[in-house]
């Protein structure tokens, strides 16, 4: 079923926040920085979990807000960037959302192979494996662990908790022992 175009301000409204999430995951699509639209030819790509990201519109001209992407919520055409927070008045801190038309993409997160995908795809120039994967762990970037690497990490951390339960069995029985003799000494 094909949606009808209309100059009605009120359905056009009515079909962008009751659009299904397939619809919705279109309308996060964000613009790239010239650097990466000279690179990946793209010019708009969904934003990620990871991207890198400046807001360019509505925010305090003295103020310029750059960050990682930490949540995209399509369900409330919002995004969540890391450093980009206010304080409640009870003094918590929350996250502010921004939406995906106020931001463009400085670094992207390439660790998806499906992202890698689309960049071919939508890519108006040929591109290797090889360009697409230069770019898969930046610096910036917490590099993913493998399965292999979990594993380790927590066969590590297991064994550093037995360690330190050892080291407070030991330090416990060490105070009861001088305190039994304390005891003794006095009587």
Known sequence: MKATKTKQPRKQRKRYFKAPLHIRNRHMTVLL????RDKYAVRRLPVHKGDKVIVFKNKPEDQEIKGRVLRVLPQRYSVHIEGHSKEKADGTI????VHPSNLIITALNLRDKKRREIIQRRSRKELTEEELTEDLFDDDLDEPLEDEDLDKESDDTEEDVFEEFESLDDAESSEEESSEVEEE???
């Open 185 to 187: 000494e006095s009587e």
């Open 94 to 97: 929350v996250s502010f959302p």
């Open 33 to 36: 920085s010239r650097e990466l």
